[in-house]
């Protein structure tokens, strides 16, 4: 399992190449990355992302090794970016490994919408040079219940 949280672009080809590489025993291998997206149509700067060290670390790293064992992954790697990001940079990554391919997708998506929703990120946006944070949205909200 591997978790980082980091402020550098990460190559979402060559990890997802490797991490497959790394599970050819396995049956599935999902691979998610998020965008910065500008709900704003352009006017959108840049979007903030904080975080506590550590404790970021260690909420997401529960989250998949509870996705882990639920849904008997050989592997999960999680990257989510922190900093000063643009419209179009991706912002996350997330791979899973498993012998058959609706374990591997719903553990993928498990822990995206716990990233969305859960993770111990702040979120600010600049739009046409005006900060605004961002706030939990109700449909992500909603996704959160289908994995209770």
Known sequence: MQISVQSDPFDF????????????????????????RDDDLGGLDVMEIEHYPGMTERAITKFAAYAKDRW????????????????????????????????????????????????PFWKKEYVNGEPRWVNAKPEDEDALSRWD
């Open 13 to 36: 080809g060559a990890l997802a190449q490797e991490f497959a590489d790394g599970h050819t025993h396995m049956g599935a291998v999902v691979t998610f990355t998020g965008i910065v």
């Open 72 to 119: 008997d992954l050989g592997d999960v790697l999680v990257i989510h970016r922190h900093g000063a990001l643009k419209p179009g940079e991706m912002i996350m990554m997330v791979a899973t490994a498993a012998r058959h391919r609706v374990n591997a997708f719903e553990a993928a998506e498990y822990l995206m919408d716990y990233l969305k929703s859960r993770a």
